[in-house]
């Protein structure tokens, strides 16, 4: 069991948090979970993609509160006046102050500059990936009345989180104003439409399902990159008697395990019965596959090293890339992180579907929004005409380590591991990331993020991690 001491101390933090969510109002929601097969057709298809809200987002719909919506004239004057910018400051919230993400950050903040030199950008990140200390600091701001013009958030159920605690205004007029309805997937805009209004501007596709690798660790040992769950074990055992640490994990940043565990429930349930797991029925978690899908984490994370909890994403994928480690498990901002390291894809690092996912692309998307009572509203419309913009994602996005959410991107500038995800992308099977918010609430992510690392810390407690899971399945919901 899990020590006593521990479960206090994350009692404590999860009373904090709800204390926190409740001061926000909390939110009541339902989302759109299915596994797409995608979208070749979805990309194409983008420029006629209607954007009114799908099945899916009208069960959304029926739980938003009302006072989440502004009326559509209100949305409409939102896009009036989103293009002339004076002077003043723009606030910009996110957790993006690693490697390639700050890069493409400030990629898009010379864009920014240049459109409107007398704005000054408050650049304003909590260092953490997944945001786990971002959004606690945002919840508190949103939560005291001061909130940033604009922040970083995930379409999908995870924006659901703040339309029905009202803190985003609409930007339907604002966004088909833009044109940015006829360049984005229906997949994205399906996720972004709330009860017929859109809310966010997203800027980019992450793939959360990739494994990264050594390729000269794998050559000088006559090994193959693992694409089923019994290859990865052969091949762990194999740089095992080496010598060196088959899988390199993190946990520092509070996401690492459960982004791990994500890929383990995508390569045993299947993108289907996967995407299933996360509709708020709890009946999904007695499925006996989630305890085979623990088991099988417990025996990975038998072959990881042991500082994991010392670690960050970042600081684990460089044990790969200087050979101590064989391969690590994360989303595609570990590429971004390798081109900050002057490292070359198919040279310098390997990438493969994370083992037993070949043909799914289980999905993220950053996007942001613009805050209800924001206090330089137009300085944050134009920051999201930038972020939708063609010339901003694709200064964005090569260096983020992400492929643009507009389907009329010059692919050119993409490296051959990006241009890879556009494909996939466009032929895989989608299923939505439930570490970072495509598919979970807020509420949901935090208990996730916080049961897989507790796991992390003692995998021989498959029970308590089973019941902290099925637990926190009440969380999807609000
Ligand atoms: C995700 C986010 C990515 C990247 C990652 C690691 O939640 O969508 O853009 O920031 O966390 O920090």
């Known amino acids: 069991m899990f020590h006593t001491r521990k479960w206090t101390l994350f009692a404590t933090l999860l009373t904090l948090v709800a204390v926190i969510l409740a001061a926000c109002g909390a939110p009541a929601d339902t989302g759109n979970t299915t596994a ?198 052969t091949v762990a055992e194999a740089l095992k008697a080496k010598g060196i640490t088959p899988l390199a994990v993190g946990g520092k940043d509070g996401f690492e395990a459960s982004h791990l565990f994500e890929s383990v429930l995508l390569a045993t349930f299947g993108p289907q019965d996967y995407t299933n797991l996360w509709t708020g029925d709890a009946t999904a978690w007695a499925d006996e596959r989630v305890v085979t899908a623990i088991d099988t984490m417990a025996r990975m994370l038998s072959y990881a090293n042991e500082d994991r909890s010392a670690r960050s994403w970042s600081e684990a994928a460089q044990l790969v890339l200087e050979g101590k480690a064989g391969m690590t498990i994360m989303g595609d901002w570990a590429e971004g992180y390798f081109l900050t390291q002057n490292a070359k894809p198919n040279v310098d690092f390997g990438y493969a579907p994370s083992p037993g996912t070949d043909g799914n692309f289980m999905w993220l998307s950053d996007s942001f929004g613009l805050a209800k009572g924001a206090p330089d509203r137009d300085n944050g419309l134009a920051w999201l005409a930038v972020a939708g913009s063609k010339e901003g994602q694709d200064a964005f996005n090569p260096k983020k380590g992400s492929i643009p959410a507009r389907t009329d991107a010059d692919k050119s500038l993409y490296d051959e591991y990006l241009q890879s995800s556009i494909a996939a992308f466009a032929s895989n099977t989608l299923a939505p990331s439930a570490a970072h918010g495509a598919a979970t609430t807020n509420a949901y992510q935090q208990a996730f993020h916080e049961s897989l690392e507790v796991f992390s810390s003692d995998p021989t407690d498959t029970e308590g991690v089973l019941a902290a899971l099925t637990e926190a399945v009440a969380d999807l919901t609000r």
């Open 36 to 233: 797409s097969a995608s979208p070749a057709a979805s990309a194409s298809a983008a420029a006629s993609a209607a954007p009114e809200s799908p099945a899916a987002s009208a069960s959304v719909a029926a739980s938003a509160s009302p006072e989440a919506s502004m009326s559509p004239e209100a949305s409409a004057s939102a896009a009036a006046s989103g293009a002339a910018t004076a002077g003043g400051k723009l606030e910009i919230f996110s957790w993006w102050t690693n490697g390639g993400e700050a890069d493409g950050l400030n990629a898009m903040f010379d864009i920014y500059k240049q459109q409107h030199a007398g704005v000054e950008i408050v650049n304003a990140t909590v260092a953490g990936g997944a945001g786990t200390n971002a959004k606690a600091v945002l919840q508190t701001r949103l939560a005291g009345g001061q909130p940033p013009d604009t922040w970083q958030l995930h379409a999908g159920r995870e924006t659901l989180s703040y339309v029905q605690a009202g803190q985003l205004e609409p930007l339907t007029a604002f966004f088909k104003e833009q044109g940015f309805d006829q360049v984005m997937p229906k997949l994205l805009l399906d996720q972004i439409t709330i009860e017929g209004e859109i809310y966010t501007v997203p800027v980019n596709v992450h793939r959360s399902n990739m494994m990264w690798y050594n390729p000269k660790v794998f050559q000088d040992n006559n090994l193959q990159p693992p694409k089923t769950l019994d290859e990865f074990f």
